[in-house]
């Protein structure tokens, strides 16, 4: 009569003793990967905030009278986004009605909660941390910029903006008025996850340049 026998304990022992090395060796691996794109993606975000602020302030300066972003000369969102173009390197430009060589097929809009990730915070109402908007590329007119990052505009003359779906890296989130222009950017472009907080971010510019640093907001108009 043939007997089914089971496993050892010491087989069970070695086959737990491989498991373990192996974990050992990759998980902190897959964490410290999840880490270097959140810091990636952080310094990408720094990087471009820093670059339209500078070609902010060349604007103010170079190209209105008043020295003002809502004195620059522009009815829509092609004309800003061309400005910039100015002063910052693009390799594609599209327009608000034609956006589909930015997008590559990646949707425009997406909607996530503040419980989907852990920073920056996008909150509909900065009081309710449970609710909150993803980043928006609809109807904004759009540049692929050298490095790969999509950017979108969205103008408006009048200043009278508000925006509240901003980047900030200390968890806070404010309702900003004044703002002359929305910037939407993704820093992988096209490619997933197109997540607000992971790869897709907002911030808003005033009349005298971007309103926040890139590890602080301001509410100063």
Sequence with gaps: MKLNRGFTLAEVLITLSIIGVVAAITIPALVTNVDLDRKQADAVVKKTITAINDATKQIVMLETTSHKM???GCANDDCIRDL?????????VCSSGSQDECLDGASATETTSYLDFMTPVYAADPDDK??????DFSGKSLAILADGTLVGFKYDSTCAMTTKTLVTFEDEAYDIKNTCI???LDVNGAK????AGKDRYQFPVGKLGVKITPKKQSTTP
């Design 130 to 135: 449970n609710s909150g908007t993803g980043v």
């Design 70 to 72: 809502n004195d620059v």
């Design 182 to 184: 929305a910037v939407s």
């Design 84 to 92: 910039y173009g100015k002063y910052l390197q693009y390799t594609i």
């Design 192 to 195: 997933k996850p197109n997540k």
